[in-house]
């Protein structure tokens, strides 16, 4: 009659450790799952003789932190810029500043750029629809 050693299935449970533990290493480790963030701008507004420009970022899943810059420009120009980095466990983040508006006719363009948990997420540009 063959005897069973006890060390077999220690070693088949130690063996099927190592390499679940191997396995997790090489992969980076388990994922909670990354969200997919966006930057949106929106284009410039008139309101109470000031220019007002806006941006914020969406994201499929909250981030532990985003951070977002906003600026307004005219003819080109940047003449505001506001950046906001306290959006700390969120799904959304909106940022936006404000000029008064000049006189005569010029072109109003927001541009935004963000990062989320430190990841780039490009720069967006949306220029007034309206004269104003």
Not at 5 to 25: D, E, F, K, Q
Not at 71 to 87: I, K, P, W
Not at 92 to 100: A, D, E, K, L, Q
Request: one cysteine or more; charged letters at 20%.
């Amino acid at each position: 009659m063959l005897e069973r050693s006890p060390r077999r299935p220690i070693l088949a449970i130690g063996l099927t450790l190592g390499l679940t533990v191997l396995g997790l290493s090489l992969s980076g480790g388990a994922s909670a799952g990354a969200a997919d963030c966006r930057v949106i701008a929106g284009p410039p507004t008139l309101y109470a003789f000031q220019v007002f420009a806006a941006g914020h970022v969406e994201c499929t899943a909250p981030v532990n932190k985003i951070r977002i810059t906003v600026a307004l420009e005219m003819d080109g120009v940047e003449v505001a810029r506001e950046t906001r980095n306290d959006c700390l466990k969120r799904t959304v983040c909106h940022n936006g500043t404000n000029v008064p508006d000049e006189p005569g006719n010029q072109m109003w363009c927001s541009r935004a750029w963000a990062s989320a948990q430190g990841k780039y997420l490009g720069e967006v540009v949306a220029c007034e629809e309206q004269e104003f």
